[in-house]
C-alpha cells in the first residue's frame, strides 16, 4: 500500500498554510442576525427593539415588527424561584399602528410610559395602569401622518420634577462602610402641570415636543433645526440630553456631518396649579411650549483612524484602513458628572461609534483585518471667544459687553475594538459605561475617563458594582441587549429571537479556592449601594433580590441587610419618634427585602427574621388605612358619602388586626406558662429566653412593630368612634354597621390593649434605662431584634416584666376562652399542617383581607388520558398577583370613586403589593380545589369554611 507522502499530496492542502496557526480550521460564524442589525443601526438611530423599564417592565418588538410583548421578573409560587414571566402580547400596539413595522421602543424616566415608534415616524404612548402586563393606551398613532420623512432618528423625554437621593459611592474605613448620600436635583425643562412629554427629531431635520395637557388630551409644537453654512440634507442619528443649560441636541447628517444644538423649551405660563379654580381658558391657558434653538457647532470627522493617537494598553494595534469602509451605528451624548449639589462638575461628551460592513472585515487574508468598530469621542468644552488687541480701541456705544461663550469639541483617542459594538448604555445611574459586543461579551467603562473597570482595584471604595468586580460572562449571542433598572441583569434577543436572562457574577472573595475578605465585603458594599440608589429614586429592586437568592449564602444575605440599614441610613429605635415611622420612606423598602429572602414558597412559612418583617408590614399597611379613613371621618360632614369599597377594605383590615392582636396575645400566655418554672432562677431564664423563637415576642419588644400596634389602635377607635357621626346609606351603611358590631363584640377592648402596649413600652424603657444605653446605644438592641430576630441581652429585664406582670395583669380583661379556640391559619403566620392546608384550599385579599371565595370555582372530573386521570379547571374571575409576595388581590380594575381611587393612590398600591412587588394580572384559577379544612380539636379551630372560619374570634 503506497503512503499518502508518495503520491505527492501536499500537507498545506490539508491543514493549511505551515507558517498560519489557523491550520485550516473553518472561520467562527458571525452572529446570527448581525449583518441586519449593523444595516438597521446605520441607517436610523431610533432603533430599539428591546427595552427594560424601572418599574420592571421588559417590552420588545415580535420578530415580524408587527406587534409588541411584554415580561417581566416574577417570583413562582410553588418553589420560590425568580424566573422570567411568560409573554404578553400588548394587543393596543398592534391596533394603534395598523400594520405599520415597529422600529423603536422607549421608556420614561420612572418607567411607566412607553413610546413605540413604528418606521413611518408614527409614535403611540401607553402607560403601566395597574399592572405589568396590562397597560392602557395614552396616545393613538393615528394622530400622526405617516411620512419616510417623520422618521424618528433621536429621542428623549422630558424629566420629572422631583429630587431624588443618590449615593457617590461607599468608602470603607476603620472596617466599617461609610456611604455618602446627597439629593440629586431634577434637570429641566419640565412641564409644569407634571405631565409626560416627549422630544424627537425627525430624519427631515425637525425636532417636535408631544406633551399631555392637564385635561389629558395630547398637544404638540415642532420647528425645523435650522444651521448655517450648509445643508445637513437628510439626518440618520441624534442624540439628546437634558442639562442646566439646556438641551443638548446632536444629528448626524447623511453627507456624515455631525451638528450641535442647544435647545431651550419655554413655557407660558411657566407655573400652573391643578388646584386653581376654572375659569376662562383665555385668562388662564393650559401651559404653552415654545422653542429656541442655537447651533454651536458642526464637526465633519475626515478620519475615523488617528494613527498618532495613544491606544490603551490592552487594545489591538491596527493598521490604517481607508475610513469610507466605516459608517457611523451609534451616536450618544455621555453626561457629565453630578456632584453633590447636582450640578455638573465636568462637561458631557460626545460619542459615536462607527463599524465598517461584514464582508470587509477580514476580507485580506494575508493581512492583519481592520477593527470592526471605532469609538470616537469629542470633549464639549466651553471657550471664551478671543477677540484681536485692536477691537479693544473701538469704542463701544453700549458698556460691559461681553462674548458669548462658544461651544468648542475637543477630539478624544479613539478606541478600537476587533468586535463589532451593538450597544452602549449609561448604567448603575450613570456611573458606569457598558459596551456590548456582538460576541456577547460586555465591557464596562469610567465614563469620566473611559478606563475599563476589570475588578477590584481599590477593595476600600466602591462606586458601582461593575467597579466592586461583578461581570456578565459570556453567553449566547444576541445583537438586541437591555438592563434591568439596577444593571445586575440583562435580557437579549438571541438568533432565534427568543429572550435569555443574563446575570452578573462575582466570586465573592472566593478565587482558586482562596478566601479574600476585602473583596467579599467590596462586593456586598455594591449591591448595598445599587440597592439604596434604587431606593432613592423609586426603582424596582427586583434585579437585585435575584441576585442575592441566587449567589449569596444566607450568612451574606444577613450582611447585606446590616450594609443596606446603615447606608440608608435607618434608625431602628422608635421608643420615643413614633410618628416618624409614617412617613419614614426607606423602612418598608428594607422590610420587604428582608421578608423576600427568607421567602420559601407560597404554602411554607418564612423563617423568623422574614416573618417579622413580614408581619411589620401588614401592620403599617394597615396603621396608614386606619389614619387616612380616621382623617376622613374629622373632615366635614358635607364631603361626600363612604364608599362602599373602601369601606369593606376597612373592615377585611380591622378583623385582621384584630385576629392578629389575639394571635400575639395568645402566644404571650403560652409563653409565660411556659416560663413559670424559671421565673426565680436569673440564669436559666436569660438562656431560655435566647433561645426562645417567638414572633410575639419579638413583635412586642420591637419599637418599630409595637409603634404601628398602637398606631392601628388609635385608629380603631377612631373608626369606632366615626360610626354615629357619619354619613351612612345603602351598602355602605352595611359595611360600617358589621365594622362597629366587630368592634364592639371584641374579647378585649382596644383600651385595655392599648393600656397593655404602654406597659411594654414603660418595661423597655426601663430596661435601657438600667443598663444605661442612651439614644445612641439604643438604635443596635432594635436593629438586632429586626434583622437577626434575636433579644439583645438588654431587653432581657423587659421580657421578664412582660410575662410575669403584664400578661397575668391583662387575664381579667380579656375572655381568655374566645382567644384560644380561635382560628388562626388565616393569618398564615403559624408553622403547622392547618396553616398551610388553608393557604392551598383559600385566598385572601392581601389589600382588603377579605376571602376570595370566587376565585376557587374549579370543579373536577375524572377523564382517561394518557396518564390514567386529568383535572379539568374553570376559569374563576381575574386577579392580580404581586410578583414579589405572590399575594393576591381581586382588584383588576381602576377604582371606581374619587375617594377610593385617592386613598388607593395615597397608600401607594395602584401599581404595587403592600411588599412593593409589582402587580401582574392573572386568569384567576385556583392552584387546589376549594376544601372544607379540618377540624382541629388540639386548637378548637372552626371547621366553617365560610367567614366565620376565615376571621375567627373577630367575626
Not at 448604567?427 to 475617563?449: H, M, Q, R, W
Not at 449591591?527 to 423609586?538: P, Q
Not at 387546589?928 to 379544612?933: G, K, L, N, V
Amino acid at each position: 500500500m503506497p503512503l499518502i507522502m508518495e503520491e505527492g499530496i501536499d500537507v498545506d492542502d490539508l491543514f493549511g498554510d505551515p507558517s498560519s496557526l489557523e491550520l485550516g480550521l473553518p472561520a467562527p460564524q458571525p452572529t446570527k442576525g448581525l449583518a441586519q442589525r449593523l444595516d438597521e443601526m446605520r441607517l436610523l438611530g431610533c432603533c430599539q427593539k428591546l427595552a427594560w423599564s424601572r418599574l420592571g417592565c421588559i417590552a420588545y418588538i415580535s420578530q415580524d415588527g408587527r406587534r409588541v410583548n411584554v415580561r417581566h421578573l416574577v417570583c413562582r409560587p410553588s418553589d420560590g424561584k425568580w424566573v422570567l414571566s411568560n409573554d404578553y402580547p400588548l394587543n393596543p400596539v398592534t391596533d394603534a399602528h395598523g400594520g405599520h413595522p415597529l422600529a423603536h421602543l422607549s421608556w420614561n424616566e420612572t418607567g411607566s410610559e412607553l413610546a413605540v415608534v413604528d418606521t413611518s415616524g408614527r409614535v403611540s404612548i401607553f402607560s403601566i395602569s395597574i399592572s405589568l402586563n396590562s397597560i392602557a393606551t395614552h396616545r393613538q398613532a393615528i394622530l400622526d401622518p405617516a411620512d419616510d420623512g417623520s422618521q424618528v432618528v433621536g429621542m428623549m423625554w422630558l424629566n420629572t420634577q422631583r429630587s431624588v437621593h443618590a449615593f457617590h459611592h461607599a468608602t470603607k474605613m476603620n472596617s466599617r462602610w461609610g456611604y455618602s448620600p446627597f439629593r440629586r436635583r431634577p434637570i429641566p425643562p419640565f412641564h409644569p402641570a407634571g405631565k409626560i412629554a416627549l422630544l424627537y427629531v425627525t430624519r427631515s431635520g425637525v425636532i417636535r415636543l408631544l406633551y399631555q395637557n392637564p385635561d389629558h388630551r395630547w398637544a404638540e409644537i415642532s420647528t425645523e433645526l435650522k444651521s448655517t453654512g450648509h445643508s445637513d440634507q437628510l439626518l440618520t442619528h441624534a442624540a439628546l440630553l437634558a442639562t442646566q443649560a439646556g438641551i443638548l441636541v446632536a444629528t448626524h447628517s447623511a453627507c456624515q456631518k455631525i451638528s450641535l444644538y442647544r435647545v431651550h423649551i419655554t413655557w407660558n405660563p411657566a407655573q400652573w396649579d391643578p388646584n386653581q379654580p376654572k375659569q376662562a381658558s383665555a385668562t388662564h391657558p393650559f401651559p404653552t411650549p415654545s422653542f429656541r434653538i442655537f447651533h454651536s457647532k458642526i464637526e465633519n470627522p475626515s478620519s475615523i483612524f488617528t494613527p498618532n493617537r495613544n491606544q490603551n494598553d490592552n487594545s489591538k494595534e491596527f493598521p490604517p484602513a481607508a475610513s469610507s469602509l466605516y459608517s457611523i451605528t451609534r451616536l450618544d451624548i455621555v453626561p457629565g458628572q453630578s456632584d453633590s449639589t447636582g450640578g455638573s462638575a465636568s462637561g458631557p461628551w460626545l460619542l459615536a461609534v462607527y463599524s465598517n460592513p461584514m464582508h470587509v472585515a477580514g476580507h485580506d487574508p494575508q493581512q492583519q483585518a481592520s477593527p470592526s468598530s471605532v469609538i470616537v469621542r469629542w470633549q464639549m468644552e466651553t471657550a471664551s471667544l478671543n477677540l484681536h488687541p485692536k477691537f479693544d480701541e473701538v469704542i463701544s456705544k453700549k458698556n460691559n459687553v461681553q462674548a458669548k461663550p462658544k461651544m468648542e469639541l475637543r477630539r478624544l483617542d479613539d478606541i478600537y475594538s476587533d468586535r463589532y459594538v451593538v450597544a452602549i448604555d449609561h448604567i448603575e445611574f450613570g456611573n458606569v459605561l457598558a459596551v456590548t459586543y456582538d460576541d456577547s461579551s460586555i465591557s464596562f467603562f469610567d465614563p469620566k475617563t473611559m478606563v475599563s473597570f476589570n475588578g477590584v482595584d481599590d477593595t476600600n471604595t466602591v462606586t458601582s458594582m461593575a467597579q466592586a468586580g461583578f461581570h456578565y460572562p459570556l453567553d449566547a449571542s444576541g445583537v438586541h441587549v437591555s438592563f434591568s433598572p439596577n444593571s445586575c441583569l440583562a435580557v437579549v434577543l438571541d438568533g432565534e429571537w427568543q429572550v435569555r436572562l443574563r446575570m452578573m457574577e462575582h466570586s465573592f472573595g472566593a478565587e482558586e479556592g482562596l478566601y479574600d475578605e476585602s473583596k467579599f465585603s467590596a462586593a456586598v458594599a455594591a449591591l448595598a449601594l445599587a440597592f439604596c440608589r434604587g431606593c432613592g429614586s423609586d426603582t424596582n429592586t427586583d434585579d437585585i433580590l435575584m441576585i442575592l437568592l441566587r449567589q449569596l449564602t444566607p450568612d451574606a444575605q444577613n450582611a447585606f441587610i446590616n450594609e443596606v440599614y446603615r447606608a440608608l441610613p435607618i434608625n431602628c429605635n422608635f421608643t420615643v419618634e413614633q410618628d416618624k415611622l409614617m412617613n419614614h420612606p426607606y423602612i418598608p423598602r428594607c422590610l420587604s427585602i428582608q421578608a423576600a429572602l427568607g421567602f420559601k414558597n407560597y404554602y411554607t412559612p418564612r423563617s423568623l427574621p422574614s416573618s417579622v418583617s413580614w408581619a411589620i408590614l401588614h401592620l403599617r399597611h394597615a396603621s396608614i388605612l386606619f389614619a387616612y379613613f380616621f382623617q376622613y371621618n374629622k373632615g366635614p360632614k358635607e364631603t361626600e358619602p363612604h364608599d362602599p369599597d373602601v369601606l369593606r377594605m376597612v373592615l377585611g383590615n380591622a378583623k385582621w388586626a384584630l385576629d392578629f392582636s389575639y394571635y400575639l396575645l395568645d402566644e404571650l400566655f403560652e409563653l409565660a406558662d411556659e416560663f413559670e418554672p424559671v421565673f426565680s432562677d436569673q440564669e436559666a431564664f436569660a438562656q431560655k429566653v435566647k433561645s426562645t423563637n417567638s414572633l410575639s415576642l419579638i413583635l412586642l419588644l420591637s419599637s418599630m412593630s409595637r409603634g404601628f400596634l398602637r398606631f392601628i389602635c388609635r385608629g380603631l377607635r377612631g373608626v369606632y368612634a366615626g360610626y354615629t357621626t357619619s354619613p351612612l346609606s345603602g351598602e355602605a351603611r352595611v359595611y360600617y354597621t358589621e365594622l362597629y358590631q366587630t368592634l364592639d363584640q371584641s374579647p378585649i377592648r382596644i383600651d385595655a390593649y392599648e393600656k397593655f402596649l404602654a406597659g411594654v413600652d414603660s418595661a423597655v424603657r426601663h430596661a435601657y434605662l438600667g443598663a444605661g444605653f442612651g439614644d445612641n446605644e439604643r438604635p443596635a438592641p432594635e436593629k438586632e431584634l429586626l434583622v437577626n430576630s434575636r433579644i439583645p441581652a438588654v431587653l432581657i429585664p423587659a421580657v421578664a416584666t412582660l410575662l410575669r406582670q403584664k400578661v397575668p395583669s391583662l387575664k381579667s380583661e380579656i375572655n381568655r376562652m374566645t382567644i384560644y379556640l380561635a382560628d388562626y391559619s388565616w393569618l398564615g403566620f403559624c408553622n403547622d399542617r392547618h396553616t398551610e392546608f388553608y393557604r392551598r384550599s383559600q385566598e385572601v385579599d392581601v389589600l382588603k383581607k377579605l376571602p376570595l371565595l370566587s376565585f376557587n370555582t374549579r370543579t373536577s372530573s375524572t377523564e382517561p388520558d394518557g396518564n390514567g386521570v386529568r383535572e379539568r379547571a374553570q376559569h374563576g374571575q381575574p386577579r392580580r398577583r404581586c410578583t414579589r409576595c405572590c399575594e393576591i388581590s381581586g382588584d383588576v380594575t381602576m377604582p371606581r370613586s374619587f375617594l377610593s381611587y385617592r386613598l388607593i393612590a395615597k397608600l401607594q398600591l395602584l401599581r404595587s403589593c403592600l411588599c412593593g412587588g409589582m402587580w401582574t394580572l392573572e386568569s384567576g384559577v385556583s392552584s387546589t380545589p376549594s376544601q372544607t379544612p379540618s377540624h382541629n380539636p388540639a386548637r378548637g379551630e372552626n371547621a366553617d369554611n365560610g367567614a366565620g372560619a376565615v376571621f375567627g374570634a373577630s367575626s
